[in-house]
DNA sequence: GTGAAAGCGCTAACAC
DNA sequence: GTGTTAGCGCTTTCAC
């Protein structure tokens, strides 16, 4: 750690020259076999561990794959945190809890779980993964930055604005993930959204007899959303239920938001079903619903979309969309992967399939 | 991404030296504002990155700092996945779902929180993070590599053998990440399992009227699960009741494997109390003593440890001990990044606080 | 099978 | 303020 030793060290211990050392490392067959084994040796006396920067400068690759995600937490929100100064604190606090609180995690869940396959699907080809967040403007740095380091980028929709995504697009080949495919310029993996959402309805509808549902969408901005609108409205047509029946709510895909607009179909007198473009939304109108004694699925159906834990595990559990997150990581991973074998291939958009899982909600 | 434009497609297109817009990166404010526009110019026009591998070679750092799990998936578990091949799949498929699965992720949450509060803490000193996870034997190269590619390791316990530890350290500084501090040679974090588990302990006995609780224990190999037992232990000691009294119960951290300690505990008499060494066993007990129609906390008291969102939401909800896990990742990068800018000081052990968590099943 | 030498793209003295 | 130049640690022809 003082200074960590080199080719030209291993070398010398070795009574090689720098080439040699190279060759053991690279093409060990290239070499002899007494002489690889002297080198071998030099390795582990002096730890030698390669340079990553020397390598990835002349190999011209540096065998890591980057994976970029929208910023999750806001930077105003960031609590203070400084081990090393404070520390005089207990071992432990006790406190009281009673009501189950919102659920912040869930919304990470499925970048989690992205990066979760992305980076297995990375090890299994030799990379290894780099992350990144986008966080207020200087993100851009960040995946920039990230461009500069990386064989290939994936990122996830509407963690990059558009110039910026085609600038990181003549650095390193690039995969937009989720979402609408967004113009054939890039290799896109998404979810069947659209489709999944559309059999979900169709599924209500049967069960209401055709009643228009209560649609609870989540903010403008998200592209997974618009999709899930978008089937919506397919299914609404198809069964010649007239859009303009459906009443729309909004919120921000939180627990609490979904609470809300609970408490507020209670108050205004509750529809046929409630139809929630996410779970953890889906979750909070039942807990608002739950509350005030309504039966689910008996006065009215819920459904949400997909396909989080703490759906399984709410009563009644939660009739919804599942997609397949992990799955979705590891696509996007094969697609880069693609990519750099075939520079030239035409971009290609990759859409998984969802599960739709009935459950007692609906 | 045909051919990446370096420093010096920059400098002859904007009529300067490679120096110069070496500057006009680096120091800004060292260079004439007109040059500098020039320059800037040339950047923007040309879709200029700089190459993190030539940077890490001249700066000799590379901005970059790893987090190394130990594996959470096993290799040969791996389920196929070509989305290159197939696609011929339909965009949907329909499944019916009754009970709660048994959910394998809530043991990776604890990762997924570290790593979120690693990033975060990177990315505010200007660090991007790189993710590597252990598998199998070849694992070694991975982190290995990982290690010839950044400033500072922060290394799950129990994810890398001490030995391969030593040579690591000597590379790059490394931060030891929960567990029990293993000697004094390295920076170290973790949280106050012995503790929190001992006051979780004392509250059970007091409950119990310090009749001893039978103690469910996960796999023999868990750093923080031995920890967890001392404090149980020293709490039992403290109240004078004699351990030999203890039953003691083994699971490998699954709900599954609570649920069969669960069905074994009705059929051969239930105990005063069952304190298990993470939440996910102590829900599987949960299932199981609810299946059977037994009144916990009334029949009997059960506590977990962890704090995961899934004990919040059970019936009862768990009583446990939380730990701080985001903070756990941020407090492993503020001590990495205090070791790279002291790298003379004496490794530090950080330990952080816990919550014990008082729930409706204790 | 092995060595000498020319880069890879950048930073940082050091001159001017 | 700006340019010249010498590395940073490795891979890879090209000779031998």
Redo the contacts with the bound molecule.
């Keep these: 750690m003082t200074?960590?030793?080199?080719?030209?060290?291993?070398?010398e211990r070795a009574?090689?020259?720098?080439?040699?050392?190279?060759?053991v490392?690279?093409?060990p067959d290239?070499?002899?076999p007494?002489?690889?084994d002297r080198v071998l040796d030099a390795v582990t006396d002096l730890g030698?561990?390669?340079?990553g920067?020397?390598?990835g400068?002349?190999?011209?690759r540096t065998g890591v794959l980057g994976l970029y995600f929208p910023g999750f937490d806001a930077v105003e929100g960031i609590p203070p945190l400084d081990v090393l100064a404070d520390g005089q604190a207990g071992p432990y606090t006790v406190v009281r809890e009673d009501g189950p609180r919102d659920d912040g995690r869930a919304s990470m869940l499925f970048q989690d779980e992205v990066l979760r396959g992305a980076e297995l699907e990375a090890w299994r080809r030799g990379f290894v993964l780099m992350v990144g967040v986008g966080r207020g403007d200087p993100a851009t740095a960040t995946v920039r930055d990230m461009a500069?380091r990386v064989d290939g980028l994936v990122v996830l929709a509407g963690s990059v604005a558009d110039p910026m995504l085609e600038r990181l697009a003549e650095r390193v080949p690039v995969v937009v993930l989720a979402g609408p495919r967004h113009g054939d310029r890039h290799d896109h993996v998404t979810v069947s959204n659209t489709e999944g959402m559309a059999a979900l309805t169709r599924h209500v509808l049967a069960r209401t007899g055709g009643r228009a549902p209560v649609y609870l969408a989540g903010p403008d901005d998200s592209p997974d959303g618009a999709q899930r609108w978008e089937g919506f409205c397919a299914a609404l047509a198809d069964a010649g239920c007239p859009l303009d029946d459906v009443v729309v709510r909004h919120g921000d895909f939180t627990r609490s938001s979904g609470r809300r607009v609970g408490e507020r179909l209670i108050a205004e007198g509750l529809p046929a079903a409630l139809m929630s473009s996410n779970d953890q939304m889906a979750l909070g109108v039942l807990d608002a619903l739950h509350a005030a004694g309504v039966d689910v699925p008996g006065d009215l159906v819920v459904t949400g979309f997909d396909g989080i834990d703490a759906g399984a595990l709410s009563t009644p559990s939660l009739t919804t969309v599942r997609q397949p997150m992990r799955e979705l990581g590891r696509a996007a991973i094969q697609v880069l992967a693609r990519r750099l074998d075939a520079p030239g291939a035409a971009p290609m958009s990759v859409r998984l399939p969802v599960e739709v899982v009935l459950r007692g909600s609906a």
Excluded: F, N, W
């Design positions: 200074k960590a030793p080199t080719v030209y060290d291993v070398a009574g090689v020259s720098i080439a040699t050392v190279s060759r490392l690279r093409t290239a070499v002899r007494a002489t690889r030698y561990v390669p340079s920067s020397a390598r400068l002349a190999e011209r500069g």
